[in-house]
């Protein structure tokens, strides 16, 4: 079986904020010894190997006043000479001078794949027309672009931001940029996030973060929109390894064809065409 893991955080241990290392170290004690190894990307191939794992998108974060500054270049770098890993770029436009200008060389320069925006930890709402440069380049790059949507276990991120229902304009404006809610607006946002991937047909709701015990009861319909959701473990920041999520979501009473868009087909599509 094949898996694609669209949502990983490499990076040092030192580019992580203070209150980031915190939660981190509160699901696991180990966590900054573990971003040792992680510093090694052939270290971290063969984990995600080992965990079942076919390809992992990695995720740049340029968020510092709240999570973590994990500069895009760190990231191409990164990636640069291991097949399986797939690295994203990100951008803060309140940081950014010319955001539009950066994606471009993140992409055409650096090899990049996509974008990752963090609204609720950059204080901007995703529907800004600040923003809109940047998604007209996304859509003439044609690179996914994944937004942080729902809570966080961050202190000092702002969840306005990260309304799902945000995105609506995004997606309306923007009808050929592939749009990725992350978390499916988790908390209380999941009826929303839902429904937008159901109604845009550029809009993909993942289950990062989200436990896959729970997914029936956030998603009861979740089989209706098989072709629209895909799998994340959010990985160093999950209690439990990425094996055993990707085991927990296999035994989900879900037909394997369900099963098998959600871990790879959908993915796929997305970042291989
Ligand atoms: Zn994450």
Redesign the pocket.
Known sequence: MKVIDF?I?AGTWDMNTPSCQESMLKINPDAEDLHLSIEDPEWLRDFLIGEGVTYAVI?AEHAPATSAYCPSEWVADYCKDIEILIPFACLNPLMDPEPAHKLVFYVKELGMKGLKLLPSYCFYFPNDPIMYPVYKKAEELKIPVIFHTGSSDISGTKLKYADPLLLDDVATDFPELTIIMAHSGRGFWYDRAFFLSRHHKNVFMDI?GLPPKNLLKYFPELERNSEKVIFGS?WP?VPKGIKSNIEAICDLPLKDSTVENILYKNSERILFG
């Open positions: 949502h955080h995720l990062t959010d920041g």
